[in-house]
């Protein structure tokens, strides 16, 4: 549902305890607004990076992206790694989520890193 307005006028409020010729008018304007009824869809189901065993914790990895089609604040979100032992984090930047290194990699001891991003 998109937000948007409803604007009545004229209405009008009659003295009851005198002439009933007697009123007062005010324009009334009702707000429709939003609700939070889609969820976010991913851009892909799934994404593959490669990092060097080499690089600095920091370093950005892989950027993944959503979108949301509801309005305003009903379509902000963030994103987030499910598995905590992972040596990757995510930042949120708008519609995107950015995959950076967390802690140093070793490709001797872990060659490959399945996670998911939600």
């Known amino acids: 549902?998109?937000?948007?307005?409803l604007h009545t006028s004229n209405d009008r409020a009659f003295q009851?305890?005198?002439p009933s010729h007697k009123f007062v008018e005010a324009s009334v304007v009702v707000t429709i607004k939003g609700i939070n009824d889609h969820k976010p869809v991913m851009s892909q189901s799934s994404y593959n990076g490669s990092?060097?065993?080499s690089a600095a914790p920091g370093t950005a990895i892989l950027?993944?992206?959503?979108?949301?089609?509801?309005?305003?604040?009903?379509?902000s979100f963030k994103f987030h790694i499910a598995e905590r032992d992972v040596p990757f984090s995510i930042t949120t930047e708008?519609?995107?989520?950015?995959?950076?290194?967390k802690d140093t990699?070793?490709?001797?001891?872990?060659?490959?890193?399945?996670?998911?991003?939600?």
């Open 51 to 53: 990092v060097l065993e």
């Open 16 to 18: 009851t305890n005198g």
């Open 1 to 5: 549902p998109v937000s948007g307005s």
């Open 63 to 75: 950027t993944v992206s959503a979108s949301d089609l509801d309005y305003g604040i009903n379509s």
């Open 94 to 101: 708008g519609t995107y989520g950015i995959i950076r290194l």
């Open 105 to 118: 990699v070793d490709r001797e001891t872990n060659h490959t890193f399945n996670f998911h991003v939600y």
